[in-house]
């Protein structure tokens, strides 16, 4: 099993920044591919961002590309988010979630994802 926390989450003014981070324990082993999502009230759970366990391979939402930036620790076993430009259609409970997958890819889907945080919130006020 893995355990997934995420921080950093808040209340932030349109075009300001915020930096998530999600730490993972249990069996941290070896590195996941990890994957950011996110679900705004009365919307469906949409991707944000996902990182290769390598770190290598990324993949970002078009609502999102050039505003995060997507990272990782493996010696911390933490991923993180910045998020900068913020809009309020950003506002969203956060989610990150662990691929277990041997294979190094930034899964979209979250269906290819085992473990799941309990989230945080962000509210981005205009």
């Known amino acids: 099993q893995v355990q997934l926390v995420e921080s950093g989450g808040g209340v932030v003014q349109a075009g300001g920044s915020l930096r998530l981070s999600c730490a993972a324990s249990g069996r941290t082993a070896r590195a996941y591919n990890m994957g950011w999502f996110r679900r705004a009230p009365g919307k469906e759970r949409e991707v944000v961002s996902a990182i290769s366990w390598s770190g290598v391979i990324t993949y970002y939402a078009a609502s999102v590309k050039g505003r995060f930036t997507i990272s990782r620790d493996n010696a911390k076993n933490t991923v993180y988010l910045q998020m900068n430009s913020l809009k309020p259609e950003d506002t969203a409970v956060y989610y990150c979630?662990?691929?277990?997958?041997?294979?190094?890819?930034?899964?979209?889907?979250?269906?290819?994802?085992?473990?799941w945080g309990q989230g945080t919130q962000v509210t981005v006020s205009s």
């Open positions: 979630a662990a691929d277990s997958s041997s294979i190094a890819r930034a899964e979209r889907n979250s269906y290819g994802y085992e473990y």
